[in-house]
């Protein structure tokens, strides 16, 4: 691992076993730059960061990173046993041991002053150590280390955990908050970020990007989070395997000026504008080569009866339109061959639901598939009113621990409130998409999973492998080895095949690609039945058209009714 300001891929490929995920990636990330990185799931966006920090080494290609790189990984490693402040002391302990060199060098000075002459070897030798140490302690800022721990602490939401609690004490949200808390209060030279803000609400994510905006040095993360790619990167890199390889959108922010996320969806909208285009004048194209070669090719002769005293001319006229026609052909022929080698793929059909299964009682709308009369969980949710339609789509929002994924789970039935009341109709089907997926037997397939959760005769009517949500490749893998995001696609596909007369989605946009996310969206607009919708996303939210059930940070409700957007 060579060290430098900047952090440099150069030409870096790297796969488990015969399964390639990182071809020839070229990177650079200078000390201004704040870089997202982006692309489908499974494409290699939390392998280039391990390759990059260290954890993986590459097959080939070389990295380059500042020696001082901080990683936060989405699998945190921490040791359950240790206690908040356990954790927070390891932060800094390479700045207690800056501090504690410049009081031995500061201590050194003064012996060194105490001999004669003054001004000897051994003064100077001090002096260069003092002069040294003091330089190191200001560029760590170690006099600030009690204010920006409380700062962080703070800001992140976890100000008043205490710091004697253990770390399998407290949730594995607070867990990831306080990691990165300790890993900003390290000061490392550059960062590696990968899904920084997973467990932060809206004000820490604002709090994350204003500490980012000020960071001295590289900075590297992997997002899902489009608001937040908007507003605290100043580039995005794609890096979907492509001809054009890793590609750069967005650059120096100015006043005013679009985010790097706007520029891609600006950019992604025109290729594939350009591609629907290119390939329906291709396949018109193609049609007419092909009745060019089938309609000309029948053309032998002029096709009338000949006179003996014509009967030279029209030979001879004959010959010369068959030879006309056969060239014809020919071209056609060298042309559609041409095209067929050159012509681009039909560009993949975008993500849609089809009809509820007749067999799963297709309920009318004339009264709601489920009310909650003031229904609550100790603790956690409540008390709480609402009547959900056959088609209603609900965004419920609110900070973490408010009560979004309690909530869903009385809707599904998994949970049993404490108090009110809660009624279904009957042969109501509901299906929830989890924010964490984890699927029993890690040694099944996709292909296993869905026919199972589909049935036979629904698997064979709607593949998996025709809805678009996993390469071939990945379909007879055992699920245990795909990434985080594909696991939770094999679900969604899940309940694509069969859709529920109630879909609950819980953080829909975590784990997702940009692209997937955004297709998910649109489709739930079209979605056949009920959607209720718990996420923290802004971007979502900014942009929902349907009822908000805001929850407090108490798991309460300002009211009973759904409120319009």
Known sequence: MLHAEHIKVDAVSHGYG??????????????????????????????????????????????????????????????????????????????????????????????????????????????DRYSRALEAAERADVWSIESRRDALLCGLGVVDIPVSRRLDEVSGGQRSRLALAALLLSAPDALLLDEPTNHLDDEAVVFLAAQLEAWRGPVLLASHDRAFLDEATTALVDIDPSPQGARRFGGARRQGSAGPFTDYLTVRAAERRRWEERFAAESEEAGR???????????????????????????????????????????AAVRRDELERTRVEEPPARLGFTGIPSGSHVLADDEPLVTLAEVGVAGRLGPITLDLGARDRVLVTGGNGAGKSTLLGVLAGRLTPDGGAVRRRKGLRVAVLDQDVRFTDPTMTPHEIYGRAAGRARADAVPLSGLGLLPSRDLHRPVGELSVGQQRRVALASVMARPPHVFLLDEPTNHFSLGLVDELEVALGDYPGAVVIASHDRWLRSRWAGSTVPLGRTGGSPGNALLAP
């Open 18 to 127: 015969d399964r390639r995920v990182l071809v020839d990636i070229d990177l650079v990330v200078d000390p201004v730059d704040r870089v997202g990185l982006i692309g489908e799931n499974g494409v290699g966006k939390s392998t280039l960061l391990r390759v990059i920090a260290g954890d993986e080494i590459a097959d080939s290609g070389r990295v380059s990173r500042p020696r001082s790189t901080g990683f936060l990984r989405q699998e945190l490693r921490l040791a359950p046993a240790d206690t908040v402040g356990r954790l927070l002391d390891d932060a800094v302990a390479e700045q207690r041991d800056l501090i504690a060199e410049l009081e031995r060098a500061a201590s050194g000075l003064g012996d060194s002053a105490e001999t004669r002459p003054h001004r000897g070897r051994a003064h100077r030798v001090a002096a």
């Open 289 to 331: 080569l092909d009745l060019v070669v089938a309609v000309s090719a029948r053309e032998i002769a002029p096709g009338r009866e000949r006179r003996d005293g014509d009967k030279m001319a029209y030979d001879f006229k004959a010959g010369t339109h068959q030879s006309q026609v056969a060239r014809r052909v020919r071209n």
